[in-house]
């Protein structure tokens, strides 16, 4: 995937938007249902949740700008049941595939650098480094394998807030 983090390689996908939190993709939203309708597995196994301080609630969506892109090996985005996919995603179901070694034998490896300009920041540089790496091998006859994967971003910003009698307004 060429982009930053998952959710904005995931708002290619038909039918999937996104939600951004300081202009960078955040939340998935499938079919109309909103994030916390969805059930986001990694490899077959279903992730874990957080909610962001900006919230204040918790909730089952899962923050997609926590995973880059560089290292995801497929995305599988199930608009509706099949009975090989756990259950629990009104929306959808998105199976995060990471790389794993035997899938392809043999040595692999990547390494990537970008740099993002964002005129948006009034303090720190606008442009800032995004660097990955990843490592795959196989070893005794393809039978046992490891991979190791590196990603390093840096993101120079910040958000003015303002709440009056409850009410919050971010700038």
Do not use: C, H, W, Y
């Not at 939190?21 to 969805?38: L, S, W, Y």
């Not at 490899?43 to 926590?66: H, I, K, W």
């Not at 995305?75 to 090989?84: I, L, M, N, P, R």
């Not at 490891?146 to 709440?163: C, F, K, M, P």
């Amino acid at each position: 995937f060429s982009d930053s983090n998952l959710a904005e390689s995931l708002q290619r996908v038909t039918g999937v938007s996104i939600d951004r939190q300081r202009g960078e993709g955040a939340r998935v939203t499938v079919r109309g249902f909103g994030p916390d309708f969805n059930l986001v597995l990694l490899n077959g196994r279903q992730m874990p949740t957080s909610s962001t301080l900006e919230e204040f609630r918790v909730g089952r969506s899962f923050d997609f700008a926590n995973l880059a892109s560089d290292n995801i090996a497929a995305v599988e985005v199930f608009k509706s049941g099949q009975a090989d996919v756990p259950t629990g995603g009104i929306g959808s179901t998105i199976n995060v595939k990471t790389t794993r070694p035997l899938d392809a034998p043999g040595m692999i490896a990547t390494i990537s650098a970008n740099a993002l300009r964002d005129e948006s920041t009034e303090q720190g540089s606008s442009v800032t480094p995004e660097i990955s790496a990843l490592f795959s091998n196989t070893f005794a006859e393809d039978t046992v394998g490891i991979a190791l994967s590196v990603v390093r971003q840096e993101r120079d910003n910040g958000v003015d807030t303002a709440s009056v009698n409850g009410r919050s307004e971010e700038r």
